[in-house]
């Protein structure tokens, strides 16, 4: 998917609804890319935080953060260049 989407290591994704953050962890770590994971879940946000660090993998490429998408201010300034959704229920 990433490749698909001509993601780079500049490009900042928002990944809406991650849950346990499994396809934004992927994208992060396959390109390099800084992406947030927003979900109303806060078990599923800290499981996915518990297993990113476990995997080397750091706030600075992946941060998951608890909230409701509906009613999140996302502020004025455009800082994502891409947003998308993807399933994944099972942590990993």
Do not use: W
């Amino acid at each position: 998917m990433a490749h698909r989407l001509n993601l780079t290591a500049g490009t900042t994704v928002l990944d809406v609804g991650c849950g346990f953050g499994g396809p934004a962890k992927e994208i992060a770590k396959f390109v390099g890319c800084k992406v947030v994971g927003l979900n109303i879940n806060a078990y599923q946000i800290e499981k996915g935080k518990e297993i990113a660090l476990a995997q080397g993998i750091g706030e600075d490429v992946l941060e998951l953060v608890q909230g409701d998408f509906l009613v999140r201010e996302m502020g004025n300034e455009m800082r994502y260049q891409l947003m998308g959704r993807a399933e994944n229920s099972v942590p990993r």
